[in-house]
């Protein structure tokens, strides 16, 4: 027996029932596993009293409701030990009893059994689309979990920032296409099979979409038209912090999603792939006034969301409610459950929806500085996780290039998709503002450095890579709101003809611009960003918001991989071309002067004639060199290298700039060309013929290195 | 379930019959532990095991661990498919050899 099984504390004082039990201890929040028992743990500002409620598994009625006596409270947390409970087969809720006056911001309502805020995993969606626990009186349980995982040597990886390439991944979508040849399509488990695919494309991190607990059936309704069951397929409505999503896991019907979960960050890691969570802290999934009470509205409705004067939901998030973030209590909920992550689930990384609401105060007005936002900033647990903002919310707040940073926020970089999408599609008036994106967006983050924006030209909310070429419009009749819903400011250019076509002549453009586009964006300094299957051109039909699709919209085909195998292939090739170039991955921003010497600035903007960029509104081509002397602060000697964009439809002839040293370009890229001419092997690149003058195709781009 | 441990030429053979759970895992553990202080070399067979659930893969893994600090070292014999596929994903696989037969498991500890 240890000494912890000694501790004089741990035996029961009091019985009710047959069931045996004690004062617990306030903290942790939430249910912990201590010597014979589990202490509970739960906070109410305004409850007048607290019941324990267990369940068996699966057991439609309580076994035991417990009335917490007064003597178990301190301050406004509830405490319980409860002795002799067997910690795999029990699911857990209170009864909160206390005012039911919404006028003043209180909801209470004993006849409801609430799940615990910080339950470390949720019962009742184990199986993903399992509808049989849809009509249960209390259906998200909380559970218990064990929390002694064997990560062996593991640890988050703390990749330099500037060195990252994110991989946006859905859990489901990577793998549930029939064509992916996992063993359990749509899970954690099938992730883990597809890391050699992952390690070959040469990324190396993935942020997976929301895997925090959600109803995958919440609103979900039929189609009308196809008869299509439409559900919360990609997550964006949190349920529970701290539970993961058991239906994401092949062994969540066997209580053991954390495990497989873990397994895959660790498998992750022992391959140099970071994790980056999409978290979701801006609402939850109860909705307004309207909506379920699943866990916080019952237990402090007050506390947890931000409330207008007479007692109705601030709706910041444009789906029902706001998460009260800096209310001090719900920000070390955030903290903790941030916290919790990273140092149990070996998280890298956050990504964080909607991520303005975390600046705003209790009555929804902007704060200067947030204390939520400063508060992660300087987080002792969280001081080498990368901490991304979405730096926008749906009450109109607009953050890019604003946001408040403490030196250590990064922001996805919306102006970035914005230009490089104008750009691509030929618009005037972009050369200027592709300068600064290639540059990693100085005018914006000049003193925050080329980490601070996340490079993007598409994620999941929007066109894929493909359908940005394939498509002028969004085509989202199938989401059942008469296209009414998703972004309609695109910038998208479908090459001639809207949708799928036999046109060789269409289908070879645009795979050409997908080829573009990926230059560009591993070309630019600052933090790439891919949306999962665009190096392999997958599509969502046109479909630019396809939040409720379970289905082909949204899985990725891995036939494509054949399919367009150039597209894959010339993926892998850019990508480990930004990973081979230390000059593509300055942490600081050009000075745009010869800081080393070596007779260049390094960076220097050309046009057709060298050393003469065409700054004016007409103008759709852009040239831009660098020096590698200067990569890494000039501590590293990298190549030279050369870059051209021809977005004009027809061949134009650029002078190129002249190397000094007696270096000579090689040709690297030509998207202008077919396979194999489009690109060559890093070290393979051969030398050009012509050191003077190369004409690039119409909207093509290539890319020299001068070595 | 139900137990069953000999002790042959050095070897601790442990069967199990049944579900591993968090209802019979604390009483498996401490009965093979006793078993463990005066043995390097444990054979388990896991043929008429169901079920193996987070209680009793973490009772495999504490047997591990109590070996592998030591020197020693368990080998698990028959493991169902379901199982293994669980233990797969859920990373316990790892530590573990299996064998198709307490033959074979044995003569792995004759090689070594």
């Known amino acids: 027996m240890s000494t912890l099984d000694n501790r004089i504390d741990f035996y029961p004082t009091n019985e009710y029932n047959g069931i045996k039990y004690r004062r617990g201890r306030v903290l942790p929040f939430g249910a912990t596993l201590v010597p014979n028992g589990v202490n509970f743990s739960v906070f109410s500002s305004a409850a007048t009293s607290c019941t324990l409620v267990l369940f068996n598994k699966n057991e439609e009625e309580p076994y035991a409701?417990?009335?917490?006596?007064?003597?178990?409270?301190?301050?406004?947390?509830?405490?319980?030990?409860?002795?002799?409970?067997?910690?795999?087969?029990?699911?857990?809720?209170?009864?909160?009893?206390?005012?039911?006056?919404?006028?003043?911001?209180?909801?209470?309502?004993?006849?409801?059994?609430?799940?615990?805020?910080?339950?470390?995993?949720?019962?009742?969606?184990?199986?993903?689309?399992?509808?049989?626990?849809?009509?249960?009186?209390?259906?998200?349980?909380?559970?218990?979990?064990?929390?002694?995982?064997?990560?062996?040597?593991?640890?988050?990886?703390?990749?330099?920032?500037?060195?990252?390439?994110?991989?946006?991944?859905?859990?489901?979508?990577?793998?549930?296409h029939p064509s992916s040849g996992v063993r359990h399509r749509g899970t954690f488990a099938a992730i883990r099979e597809k890391i050699p695919y992952l390690i070959e494309l040469g990324i190396n991190c993935v942020e997976l979409m929301p895997i925090y607990e959600f109803d995958e059936f919440e609103h979900s309704r039929e189609n009308s038209d196809t008869g299509d069951l439409l559900v919360n397929y990609w997550g964006y409505s949190t349920l529970n912090f701290f539970?993961?999503?058991?239906?994401?896991?092949?062994?969540?019907?066997?209580?053991?999603?954390?495990?497989?979960?873990?397994?895959?960050?660790?498998?992750?890691?022992?391959?140099?792939i970071e994790v980056i969570l999409d978290v979701v802290f801006n609402h939850t999934a109860e909705g307004d006034h309207r909506g379920p009470t699943i866990s916080f509205r019952g237990i402090d409705n007050k506390t947890y969301y931000m409330l207008t004067p007479d007692g109705y939901y601030f709706n910041f998030s444009g789906t029902g409610n706001t998460l009260n973030c800096n209310h001090p209590v719900v920000r070390n909920m955030v903290l903790d459950c941030l916290r919790y992550w990273a140092s149990e689930y070996h998280i890298?990384?956050?990504?964080?929806?909607?991520?303005?609401?975390?600046?705003?105060?209790?009555?929804?007005?902007?704060?200067?500085?947030?204390?939520?936002?400063?508060?992660?900033?300087?987080?002792?647990?969280?001081?080498?996780?990368?901490?991304?903002?979405?730096?926008?919310?749906?009450?109109?707040?607009?953050?890019?290039?604003a946001f408040p940073a403490y030196g250590r926020w990064a922001e996805w970089n919306g102006k970035y998709r914005d230009t490089v999408r104008k750009f691509l599609k030929g618009d005037h008036n972009t050369v200027g503002q592709l300068s600064q994106c290639m540059q990693g967006s100085p005018e914006m983050y000049l003193h925050r450095g080329t980490t601070a924006g996340i490079?993007?030209?598409?994620?999941?909310?929007?066109?894929?890579?493909?359908?940005?070429?394939?498509?002028?419009?969004?085509?989202?009749?199938?989401?059942?709101?008469?296209?009414?819903?998703?972004?309609?400011?695109?910038?998208?250019?479908?090459?001639?003809?809207?949708?799928?076509?036999?046109?060789?002549?269409?289908?070879?453009?645009?795979?050409?611009?997908?080829?573009?586009?990926?230059?560009?964006?591993?070309?630019?300094?600052?933090?790439?960003?891919?949306?999962?299957?665009?190096?392999?051109?997958?599509?969502?039909?046109?479909?630019?918001?396809?939040?409720?699709?379970?289905?082909?919209?949204?899985?990725?085909?891995?036939?494509?991989v054949q399919v367009n195998f150039d597209l894959l292939s010339f993926a892998r090739h850019i990508i480990n071309f930004r990973r081979q170039h230390p000059i593509l991955r300055n942490k600081e921003h050009y000075s745009n002067h010869d800081c080393r010497d070596s007779g260049y600035a390094d960076v220097t903007f050309h046009g057709t004639k060298a050393w003469h960029a065409d700054w004016s509104e007409s103008n759709t081509v852009f040239a831009f060199?660098?020096?590698?002397?200067?990569?890494?602060?000039?501590?590293?000697?990298?190549?030279?290298?050369?870059?051209?964009?021809?977005?004009?439809?027809?061949?134009?002839?650029?002078?190129?700039?002249?190397?000094?040293?007696?270096?000579?370009?090689?040709?690297?890229?030509?998207?202008?060309?077919?396979?194999?001419?489009?690109?060559?092997?890093?070290?393979?690149?051969?030398?050009?013929?012509?050191?003077?003058?190369?004409?690039?195709?119409?909207?093509?781009?290539?890319?020299?290195?001068?070595? | 379930m139900k137990v069953t441990i000999q002790t042959k030429n050095d070897i601790v053979y442990i069967t199990i019959q049944g579900s591993i759970d968090s209802n019979t895992a604390g009483e498996l553990q401490s009965r093979i532990m006793e078993e463990l202080t005066s043995c390097n070399r444990v054979i388990m067979d896991l043929t008429a095991v169901v079920f193996l659930s987070s209680a009793g893969l973490r009772v495999l893994l504490m047997i591990y661990r109590q070996l592998n600090a030591k020197g020693g070292k368990v080998l698990l014999v028959n493991v169902s498919e379901e199982i293994c596929d669980i233990m797969s994903m859920t990373g316990f696989i790892n530590f573990f050899e299996l064998y198709g037969s307490i033959e074979e498991a044995e003569k792995q500890f004759i090689q070594a």
């Open chain 1, 455 to 560: 490079n993007f030209i598409t994620c999941h909310d929007g066109f894929t890579l493909y359908d940005l070429f394939a498509y002028n419009g969004k085509h989202n009749e199938a989401n059942g709101e008469n296209n009414q819903d998703g972004c309609n400011d695109n910038f998208s250019w479908n090459c001639g003809w809207e949708g799928e076509t036999d046109d060789p002549a269409v289908n070879l453009l645009r795979h050409r611009q997908i080829k573009n586009a990926l230059t560009i964006l591993m070309l630019s300094q600052g933090v790439p960003m891919i949306l999962m299957g665009d190096e392999m051109g997958r599509t969502q039909m046109g479909n630019n918001n396809t939040y409720c699709h379970d289905s082909e919209f949204n899985w990725l085909d891995w036939s494509f």
């Open chain 1, 625 to 707: 060199m660098l020096d590698g002397y200067h990569a890494k602060n000039g501590s590293i000697k990298d190549d030279a290298i050369y870059v051209a964009a021809n977005m004009h439809w027809d061949a134009l002839d650029f002078e190129l700039p002249q190397l000094s040293e007696n270096r000579k370009w090689h040709l690297s890229v030509n998207t202008s060309m077919v396979p194999p001419e489009t690109f060559y092997p890093l070290q393979g690149e051969p030398e050009l013929e012509n050191q003077s003058n190369f004409i690039v195709g119409g909207r093509s781009v290539i890319v020299l290195i001068g070595k």
């Open chain 1, 65 to 176: 409701e417990i009335p917490l006596p007064d003597e178990f409270r301190v301050g406004n947390v509830y405490a319980i030990i409860v002795f002799g409970l067997d910690y795999e087969n029990i699911e857990y809720g209170y009864r909160m009893d206390g005012p039911h006056d919404p006028q003043n911001g209180h909801r209470f309502d004993r006849n409801i059994v609430l799940s615990d805020p910080y339950a470390k995993a949720i019962g009742g969606r184990d199986i993903w689309r399992d509808a049989s626990g849809l009509n249960r009186n209390y259906p998200f349980r909380s559970r218990l979990v064990f929390d002694d995982f064997d990560w062996e040597e593991d640890n988050p990886l703390e990749t330099p920032m500037e060195d990252l390439i994110i991989y946006e991944i859905h859990v489901r979508g990577f793998t549930s």
């Open chain 1, 348 to 401: 890298d990384g956050f990504r964080f929806d909607l991520a303005s609401i975390l600046g705003r105060a209790q009555d929804g007005s902007p704060l200067n500085n947030p204390p939520l936002l400063e508060s992660l900033a300087h987080d002792p647990i969280l001081a080498k996780c990368k901490l991304i903002a979405e730096a926008w919310d749906a009450g109109g707040l607009y953050q890019v290039g």
């Open chain 1, 243 to 272: 539970a993961p999503k058991a239906g994401y896991a092949a062994t969540g019907k066997y209580g053991m999603a954390v495990d497989e979960l873990k397994t895959l960050i660790k498998e992750l890691h022992r391959n140099g």
